[in-house]
């Protein structure tokens, strides 16, 4: 059910004592968290020891994107509510779950529980007003450290509407035999500062130091100074005052830039990280990093101890794996009771696809062939073509906005997940034509970044496009004499075969807006001028095609081609 990673310091004597529970990049898969309390109720004992005690510390850390895509409605059950209202009901549910697991570990006596917090991109994905929000309304404090307050005025008035929105936060635990010693834990959280290229114009009224559109993958030290002096300053401050107390950095930066922080800040004890879905840890000087997955797959649990002279200790780390939760009860849990209650009409079954197939969704789709991609693409272009513009000859979708495969009986929510990667705002569909050149050096573009890092810098799909991405790699390393159009092949619409693009031609693409906002690559800014938008998103279009077929699925030997090599 969980797997110990390491363990250490048997110190004789303890102190103090710090629980914390860590989770990151949930994106809002909220039908899991059953599961997720179910696993904690299963090993409370040791994520929570002595919770019961006036020297221990129970902590909930939420390192990024609990939210994705806030605004996005869909609901049949309430069609009212938004992506956003269905997540903080079940932010506020698990809280008091967990606080009431917590109340049970220590047999109701007093306790000291709290609840941190991060902001993910995602949790952005709405803009300013719906994150400052929850961080006013919900019972969590949160952790803005790399914020510039100067630069940020909505920030700044909530702020001072709220003593929860900090820059960090200081927590005391008093010592278990000496009454006159406490013992202190700073926790700190920080945000990838990249809002132009993850939500560009969606962040008003807030500004991260270093805030670029560039992807997290490109930041380098140099250009994470103002990150870095922000989170300095809070650490040395705090050390100056305890240095013997403990820091904990809640990281939604992914692990390469953490060691970054940690390189420059190495007073930090621990990061909790999040954002590159990664699940490893590794120590680096005094300093662990525990990675934390993504979508409720697993939790961690960090148990650390101060000893009688208030050294704190190295901590032990426990990881659970959700789905090898015991679920004995799953169905009487009154978490999923109320799930499902809220939830009624949009779990039941909704859709048929022809022999059972499945669509399926991994992590694979960002950088190899794809039966889910294939479908997406030509369904997209398909009522594109029908209802909108008949001259649209191929539709482009990155990978990174999918989140949610397709199976025979998938539900609504089902269907809301698929793409619940970009923000409504930003998940509008333009077109225009390209000369064959340019969507060659397009298309080319795109695969030499995935090449450099398959999982972050995601795969563009192509409806009617054939892309060998082995043989760029090929000829970006020095191994074929071919040329880069080579690696592209187009299907041919009378013989549906695929065949070499025509470099002169012009094509009519329908590609994303987001895409074409971007400046830190550069097609999107060559081409931008050629499209106009189409009002419409990329959810709209799946959703009317999935409606026009009666929620029948056929799967065609074009799904099941190969379209990247």
């Known amino acids: 059910m969980d797997t110990r990673i390491h363990t250490t310091n048997n110190?004789?004597?303890?102190?103090?004592?710090?629980?914390?529970?860590?989770?990151?990049?949930?994106?809002?898969?909220?039908?899991?968290?059953?599961?997720?309390?179910?696993?904690?109720?299963n090993n409370a004992g040791s994520i929570f020891p002595k919770a019961g005690n006036k020297s221990t510390l129970n902590l909930f850390s939420i390192v990024g994107d609990w939210f994705i895509n806030p605004s996005k409605q869909g609901f049949i059950t309430n069609p009212a509510l938004t992506n956003g209202d269905m997540q903080k009901w079940a932010l506020l549910r698990t809280i008091d779950n967990i606080k009431a697991i917590v109340q049970k570990q220590a047999q109701n006596s007093k306790f000291n529980f709290a609840t941190v917090y991060a902001m993910g991109n995602h949790c952005l994905d709405a803009g300013t007003d719906f994150v400052l929000n929850v961080m006013k309304t919900c019972p969590i404090k949160s952790l803005i450290t790399n914020v510039n307050i100067d630069k940020s005025d909505k920030v700044k008035k909530a702020m001072a509407d709220s003593d929860n929105i900090v820059k960090s936060v200081v927590y005391e635990i008093p010592d278990d035999k000496k009454s006159d010693l406490i013992h202190k834990v700073m926790v700190l959280g920080i945000t990838i500062p990249s809002m132009g290229y993850y939500n560009p114009g969606l962040c008003k009224g807030l500004e991260f130091y270093d805030d670029s559109d560039q992807k997290d993958t490109t930041l380098t030290e140099e250009k994470l100074q103002g990150t870095i002096n922000s989170v300095r300053e809070q650490v040395e401050a705090f050390k100056k005052e305890n240095p013997k107390g403990a820091v904990i950095l809640m990281s939604h930066m992914g692990e390469s830039l953490a060691e970054i922080i940690i390189k420059n800040v190495p007073d930090i004890d621990h990061v909790l990280n999040g954002h590159d879905h990664k699940t490893t840890q590794k120590t680096i000087g005094k300093t662990t990093i525990s990675s934390l997955g993504k979508d409720n797959e697993i939790i961690k649990a960090l148990n650390c101890k101060f000893d009688n002279d208030g050294n704190f200790s190295v901590p032990s780390l426990t990881q659970y794996d959700i789905n090898r939760t015991l679920l004995d009860g799953i169905d009487e849990h009154p978490f999923q009771i109320a799930l499902k209650a809220r939830f009624a009409n949009d779990t039941k079954p909704l859709i048929e696809i022809n022999d059972g197939f499945k669509l399926?969704?991994?992590?694979?789709?960002?950088?190899?062939?794809?039966?889910?991609?294939?479908?997406?693409?030509?369904?997209?272009?398909?009522?594109?073509?029908?209802?909108?513009?008949?001259?649209?000859?191929?539709?482009?979708?990155?990978?990174?906005?999918?989140?949610?495969g397709i199976e025979n009986g998938a539900d609504n929510l089902t269907i809301m997940k698929i793409f619940d990667g970009i923000s409504k705002e930003l998940a509008g569909l333009e077109s225009g034509y390209v000369k064959g050149e340019d969507l060659t050096g397009l298309i080319v573009e795109n695969v030499i970044d995935n090449l450099a890092n398959k999982s972050r810098n995601t795969l563009l799909h192509w409806s009617d496009v054939q892309v060998n991405r082995s043989l760029i790699k090929d000829i970006q390393n020095g191994n074929s004499n071919a040329q880069y159009y080579e690696a592209i092949r187009v299907r041919n619409p009378k013989t549906q075969d695929f065949e070499p693009i025509d470099m002169s031609k012009d094509y009519k693409i329908a590609i994303g807006s987001k895409y074409?906002?971007?400046?830190?690559?550069?097609?999107?800014?060559?081409?931008?001028?050629?499209?106009?938008?189409?009002?419409?998103?990329?959810?709209?279009?799946?959703?009317?095609?999935?409606?026009?077929?009666?929620?029948?699925?056929?799967?065609?030997?074009?799904?099941k081609e190969k379209r990247i090599l």
């Open 360 to 404: 399926a969704y991994g992590d694979e789709i960002r950088y190899q062939n794809s039966y889910l991609m294939n479908f997406l693409t030509s369904a997209i272009k398909e009522e594109i073509v029908k209802n909108i513009d008949s001259d649209v000859y191929t539709v482009g979708l990155l990978s990174s906005i999918v989140r949610c």
């Open 516 to 559: 074409l906002l971007k400046n830190s690559i550069k097609y999107p800014p060559k081409i931008r001028n050629n499209f106009s938008k189409i009002n419409v998103t990329y959810d709209e279009m799946f959703r009317k095609y999935l409606e026009n077929n009666n929620y029948k699925l056929t799967i065609t030997e074009n799904t």
């Open 11 to 41: 110190t004789a004597f303890k102190a103090g004592y710090l629980n914390v529970l860590a989770t990151a990049d949930n994106h809002g898969k909220i039908m899991e968290l059953p599961k997720v309390i179910k696993s904690i109720e």
